[in-house]
């Protein structure tokens, strides 16, 4: 089977947050459903991947119902190479291969009865998403995106029905640009989970990361703590612009605006702090969520 070094990343990905994802979903209810859409042929084994996650969480999938939606263009071959992992499922799991290109999800998703229910999907598209399918990853409330595409989908995610959007340029050893990665939630926690699971990759891959925001913009290296000045630099910037900030707001503007980290925006509070710069409501102890940082000054 072809892969590179995009497919290989994307398949990683995948696989890290579906696996964050699933306990989780079959925790808070009795059916889950999977799409995973490609505009090509799936050639990095992202779908067998995603089934062997599935799979290894057969004990929490006992007693559930679990619905897998595949949609790959021109891959001839995926029957042969779902059949033996599908093999592997619990009975609960049902998998629906299904030909065509991501625009059909809708259709696939309203067909398996996902209404209602968490809705993980992961959708590969060299171009740009369409309205429709981004609204139906969103499921109402229930849905959560990861999405590859030729260009940023910030805005269309957030028209879609997702509150927290977050959107990195992988760049690859070679100094390739590939794509834009996009994730859409409710979740603060999905929210921390992928952008840990983009860093714990990244190390691994040699990838870089850049806001596809600042396309001049020097990427960032993810092996090992990063230094906190540009980040720190950032988020001082933020609470001028809006004022005095809880922790968990200033976090979460880490997560949806910059390529760092929740725990790399405590290291840059972290030397805020120690600069001078700003202050907290409490003198010692751990940066609480609740904790309001302040601009001196």
Do not use: C
Not at 79 to 95: H, K, M, S
Not at 191 to 198: I, T, Y
Not at 239 to 253: A, D, I
Request: glycine share 10%.
């Amino acid at each position: 089977m072809p892969t590179n070094r995009t497919t290989d990343f994307l398949r990683e990905l995948l696989v890290r947050q579906l696996t964050t994802w699933l306990p989780a979903a079959l925790q808070r209810s009795r059916r889950a459903t999977v799409a995973l859409a490609w505009a090509g042929a799936d050639e990095g084994g992202g779908a067998e991947a995603a089934l062997r996650v599935i799979a290894g969480h057969a004990d929490q999938v006992r007693g559930r119902r679990v619905t897998v939606l595949v949609l790959a263009d021109g891959a001839a071959d995926l029957p042969a190479r779902l059949g033996p992992v599908e093999a592997e499922l619990p009975a609960e799991v049902t998998v629906h291969l299904l030909p065509g290109v991501p625009d059909r999800l809708p259709v696939a998703v309203k067909a398996a009865g996902a209404a209602g229910s968490p809705l993980f999907s992961f959708v590969d598209l060299p171009g740009a998403a369409t309205p429709e399918l981004l609204t139906a990853t969103s499921n109402g409330r229930a849905g959560e995106v990861l999405l590859h595409a030729g260009s940023g989908t910030r805005d269309a995610l957030i028209a879609a029905g997702f509150p927290l959007v977050a959107e990195v340029v992988p760049v690859l050893p070679d100094d390739e640009a590939a794509g834009v990665i996009a994730f859409g939630s409710r979740s603060d926690r999905s929210l921390e989970a992928v952008r840990d699971a983009l860093w714990a990759i990244g190390a691994d891959l040699d990838v870089r990361y850049r806001d596809p925001a600042d396309p001049a913009g020097v990427p960032v290296d993810v092996a090992g703590d990063p230094n906190p000045e540009a980040l720190a630099r950032e988020l001082l910037a933020e609470l001028r612009r809006g004022g005095s900030r809880p922790v968990t707001e200033l976090r979460r503007h880490t997560l949806t605006t910059t390529v760092y980290r929740a725990a790399d925006a405590n290291r840059a509070l972290t030397a805020l702090l120690e600069a001078g710069d700003v202050r907290r409501e409490r003198e010692a102890g751990r940066l609480a969520g609740d904790e309001i940082i302040t601009v001196r000054g």
